[in-house]
């Protein structure tokens, strides 16, 4: 069956400008995950959404960060003023109802900040 | 705070050697542990968890971990390393009181050598 799925697979974008990172999770899949990966500091845990209830944004680390998910399936994560250091792979993860524990992952999206 | 260690950023083992990744973790109370494995080009994997019950836990493509409270480790071993298995390991730990933030190592890159 169809996987986490992400897109862009590839963004370039300017410093001051904003950016829209798309996941679309697997069909059914009720908990969504956000994360960072930075070259040698391992993944960087963003936002969580679980069905309805309210998210933890406690891993956003500056107010130019949201997310939101919409009818409890896709998701996007917004940038805004990006700058140098957003530079990184956004990585996207879900997981099935029960099973909050066993992720499953995307290919991720590599931003690079001009 | 949690945190979770990956001592090594790399270890090299030959074809049919067994393997040893290391991980310890900082998390107060009984922690959940998990093992995500990167192959080049490719998504994060699911390989095990730890989340209650017997310390040694088998996973995926022949992986095992060990969970020793004394020591709060949870070092991913195999008993014959195939090239294949070359990729990126993460640990990721996660506090069953706390929300589902996760938190990952550094990871350790693994090198099969033929």
């Known amino acids: 069956g169809a996987g986490v799925s992400q897109s862009p697979s590839n963004k370039v974008t300017e410093k001051g400008k904003d950016v829209e990172l798309r996941c679309d999770p697997i069909?059914?899949?009720?908990?969504l995950y956000w994360y960072r990966q930075s070259l040698g500091q391992g993944l960087e845990f963003l936002i969580y959404?679980?069905?309805?209830?309210?998210?933890?944004k406690s891993g956003l680390p500056s107010d130019r960060f949201s997310a939101e998910r919409t009818g409890g399936s896709v998701s996007t994560l917004t940038i805004q003023r990006t700058q140098q250091e957003d530079s990184a792979v956004y990585l996207c993860a879900s997981s099935p109802p029960g099973r909050a524990d066993t992720q499953y992952f995307g290919p991720g999206t590599r931003l690079t900040v001009l | 705070a949690q945190s979770v260690a990956q001592p090594e950023d790399q270890v090299n083992v030959a074809e049919g050697n067994p393997l040893t990744v290391k991980c310890t973790y900082s998390v107060s109370g009984n922690p959940y542990l998990f093992w995500y494995v990167q192959y080049p080009n490719r998504g994060l994997q699911f390989l095990l968890k730890y989340i209650t019950g017997d310390n040694l836990v088998k996973g995926s493509y022949g992986f095992e971990a060990e969970f020793n409270k004394s020591q709060t480790s949870f070092h991913l071993k195999k008993p014959s390393a195939l090239v294949s298995d070359s990729a990126l390991y993460f640990c990721?730990?996660?506090?069953?009181?706390?929300?589902?933030?996760?938190?990952f190592g550094t990871g350790t890159r693994l090198k099969v050598l033929a």
């Open positions: 990721a730990v996660r506090d069953p009181k706390g929300t589902y933030k996760y938190i």
């Open positions: 069909s059914g899949h009720t908990a």
């Open positions: 959404f679980q069905g309805n209830s309210a998210p933890d």
